[in-house]
């Protein structure tokens, strides 16, 4: 449910990596709904949102309800000021501390997708996000293209064999929360992570140069919140991690609250 992008795509869309929110794809915008529906049904999809206005419900090219009868999702409740906060983490990058400490201060319970080299180089992490009562995503063993893989046993593989090793770091059982890697996904992927027991969580990768300044990125994120979002930031990026504090304490001035990706599915 998220996309291969373009890096000269992504500059169009958002700027940069930085961290948008509900997955601001590039390749397909659309408003036409038997478009959008034919899109959504494609053997391999790149789908995107539109935002039509500032603090509005994005619209994608894959319907809410389409998603939903694959257990899958990209949005929240609408009629709440409630969002949730959401880190794909590739690998650490030196932010993580810092930004669960600013999650602490605001007691804001995130999601974390992580692959296999996280848990391996990082199990400390791992931990302390459980520990302080984290949600930690699949975001499978090796975040490879999932499109491309149509045999059930080899996706399978991915997101088991990250299962294995979070229980293995952990004690724990991983909530059965996926994330595609890349932004890429099939209407047949899709119905595999169902029959897994998965919720699949829609979005779109960014890449991790060319950062954005402070006043850039909260200028991109701010009028694209809205009641339900899904926030989708990176760990490994500096930007996200310094300005992570304010952008919480603006949501809050806002009146919004902070729910888990639990509340969604």
Sequence with gaps: MFIVLKKKIIIAVAACILTIIAIPVAIHYTNNAAEAVQASTSANTNWGLSFPKDGGTPTGNA????????????VGDTSKKEVYITFDAGYENGYTPAILDTLKKHNVKATFFVVGNYIETSPDLINRMVEEGHIVGNHTYHHPDMSKISDITSFQKELEDLEALYQQ?????MQKLYRPPQGKFSESNLKQASELGYKTLAYVDWYV???????EALEK??????????????STSKTNAEILDEFL???EEQGYTFGTLNDIV
């Excluded at 319907?63 to 990209?74: A, K, P």
């Excluded at 140069?209 to 006043?215: F, G, H, L, V």
């Design 169 to 173: 770091t952990t004690g724990q059982e």
């Design 209 to 215: 140069d060319n950062q954005p300044t402070r006043e």
């Design 63 to 74: 319907s809410s309800e389409f998603l939903q009868q694959y257990n899958s999702f990209y």
């Design 249 to 251: 304490t603006a949501l």
């Design 221 to 234: 994120l701010l009028p694209r919140v809205h009641p339900g979002a899904v926030i989708l930031l990176h």
